[in-house]
T-cell receptor, first 112, second 113 residues
């Protein structure tokens, strides 16, 4: 079954330190992976997708098919990065439509 | 462009009652998905509608149902409410194209007493 695992429910790092949020997926086909973020009192929103291979707010994520991972990284964390982060996998369902499943989320706290 | 709008934002019900939540997608978006968000389970997919047809369904009991209207607005209904149904219910709309970005509403927070 398709599954996304985020092993850390909570992650706390100091400002200026590197941060890595882990995401592993289970899917036999060709995955499309995303990171969504929810800042305090804001809506859940897309942060980045692996297909675009871009850096958003200093964050990058590389798809590693061998390790079935899509870890989110930032070299120097900032206080405004504190938020809830969700990794998500999009795949073709039996019904032929795209379906998106989320991991359980990681709450990232950046300490001053 | 107005974002995804969900109503009501907060509601309190008692066990055994039923509830209907509403979602208005971004104009032009034909796909609407519903998710249940809880601290313990995270985001769990309920169902997805496209052009008034349910295309995908998550692993929730039949007490959870939904529908989509011709104007793409969607409703979800939960009957015979249980304490465990207390959660934030999120609606998301999606524009055309596979793997497109989901745009989320602020959610409807349901408390079941």
């Amino acid at each position: 079954a398709q599954r996304v695992t985020q092993p850390e429910k909570l992650l706390s790092v100091f400002k200026g330190a590197p941060v890595e949020l882990k995401c592993n997926y289970s899917y036999s086909g060709s995955p499309e992976l995303f990171w969504y973020v929810q800042y305090s009192r804001q809506r859940l929103q897309l942060l980045l997708r692996h297909i675009s291979r871009e850096s958003i707010k200093g964050f990058t994520a590389d798809l590693n098919k061998g390790e079935t991972s899509f870890h989110l990284k930032k070299p120097f964390a900032q206080e405004e990065d504190s938020a809830m982060y969700y990794c998500a996998l999009s795949f073709d369902s039996i019904q032929g439509a795209q379906k998106l499943v989320f991991g359980q989320g990681t709450r990232l706290t950046i300490n001053p | 462009k107005a974002g995804v709008t969900q109503t009501p934002r907060y509601l309190i019900k008692t066990r055994g009652q039923q509830v209907t939540l509403s979602c208005s997608p971004i104009s032009g978006h034909r796909s609407v998905s519903w998710y249940q968000q809880t601290p313990g389970q995270g985001l769990q997919f309920l169902f997805e509608y496209f052009s008034e047809t349910q295309r995908n369904k998550g692993n929730f009991p039949g007490r959870f149902s939904g529908r989509q209207f011709s104007n793409s607005r969607s409703e979800m209904n939960v009957s015979t409410l249980e304490l465990g149904d207390s959660a934030l219910y999120l609606c998301a709309s999606q524009g055309g194209g596979a793997g497109g970005e989901l745009f989320f509403g602020e959610g409807s927070r349901l408390t079941v007493l």
